[in-house]
């Protein structure tokens, strides 16, 4: 799940929608950047380590939302996961904030 949290974590900072952001190689370097208070934007796209990687195995592959058959905006994502200070649950199924101690 690392490739898909990182595209969608730039796709988040950028505003840029999943698809424009685009696959992420295994090993790929994202640079994203901000002048002073300004936007953030992409200034080098992941989808290419040929730079730094020398053999890439043939089943670990540049991965992107185009690829999931789904390519929602940026905000869609935040809104299905909610973004007003909805936790997940934490694990073994309990509310972030509920007593744990037994």
Known sequence: FSHAASVALVAALTGEPLDRVGAFAPCG?????????????????????????????????PWGFQHSGITPSPQAV???V?????????????????????
């Open 82 to 102: 909610g973004t007003e200070g909805d936790a997940p649950a934490a694990a073994g199924g309990q509310d972030a904030d509920e007593d744990m101690s037994g």
């Open 78 to 80: 935040w809104d299905a």
């Open 29 to 61: 370097i994202f640079k994203v950047v901000a002048q002073g208070d300004g936007p953030w934007r992409v200034e080098l796209y992941g989808a290419d380590n040929t730079g730094h990687v020398s053999c890439n195995t043939p089943t670990t592959y």
